[in-house]
């Protein structure tokens, strides 16, 4: 497979201190690639430097196999970008919502017209486009922030932590569409600190602790680094617990 995105020695220093410490990674086209680490590990911090919205300290970024130093308005257009802050506008209603943002990618006329009623259908808000982003359900804010990213049809999806402080019947809908994506042709990249969805749609996973990756490969090649017994029940929280020596979800809570 042909490569979409790759870091090399990618650091990002505050106060001289490292977030994200020569991280080096080959994301390949048509992967669904997670990156789990929990809150703190520099997941998002790597994304934002991916998108040229945080400038790194060192290393390079190659996209699609250009440089974002100087391509990224070639890069732009093939990029979706999904935050973990919801970036949608309260006092627009839905479809104008999806129109300022794609329209920022230099499409117009019917043309846009046809790209913001899909991207609506996508996220299941079709009946919902005239209703104001600020009346919302969490849940609904969630899906329009996706439809807000989509409506370009990107090659490559960044979902940075898309299902924080949702229901479950959304969080659920967001993953299967995120699959959906995947096999209509998009690669993606996902980053969270909840186990079970990273093991639920990716393809390969990369295990972020401290800024740094730990770990890169399937699951079941995780389970091989820590285990001599191919045939290993061992889940992935037990494979992050035995690298890291830490218990994701108590971080992923708060409580540690």
Not at 15 to 29: C, G, W
Not at 66 to 72: Q, V
Not at 186 to 211: F, K, L, P
Request: with cysteine; hydrophobic share 35%; aromatic share 6%.
């Amino acid at each position: 497979m042909d490569s979409i995105l790759k870091l090399e020695g990618l650091t990002k220093k505050y106060d001289n201190k490292p977030v994200v410490d020569h991280i080096n990674l080959d994301i390949k086209k048509g992967e669904i690639f997670g990156l789990l680490g929990p809150n703190g590990a520099g997941k998002s911090t790597t994304m934002n430097m991916v998108c040229s919205l945080v400038k790194p300290t060192a290393g390079r970024i190659e996209l699609f196999g250009l440089d974002t130093k100087t391509d990224m308005k070639k890069i732009k257009q093939k990029l979706g970008y999904i935050p973990q802050e919801l970036a949608i506008h309260g006092n627009l209603k839905a479809w104008e919502n999806v129109e300022l943002f794609t329209s920022l990618y230099g499409i117009k006329g019917d043309k846009l017209r046809k790209a913001v009623t899909e991207s609506l259908e996508f996220v299941g808000l079709e009946d919902k486009r005239n209703g104001f982003a600020k009346t919302f359900s969490g849940g609904m804010k969630r899906r329009l922030n996706i439809a807000c990213a989509i409506g370009h049809k990107p090659e490559l999806l960044i979902f940075d932590e898309p299902t924080v402080g949702i229901d479950p019947q959304s969080r659920n809908f967001i993953l299967e569409k995120i699959k959906y994506v995947n096999r209509q042709g998009a690669t993606v990249i996902y980053t969270s600190h909840y186990m079970e969805e990273i093991e639920a749609i990716c393809t390969r996973i990369a295990i972020m602790d401290n800024g740094k990756i730990v770990a890169i490969g399937t699951k079941e090649e995780l389970v091989e680094l820590v285990t001599s017994d191919n045939n290993s029940q061992m889940t992935l929280e037990e494979v992050f617990l035995t690298l890291t020596g830490k218990k994701l979800r108590d971080y992923a809570e708060g409580e540690m």
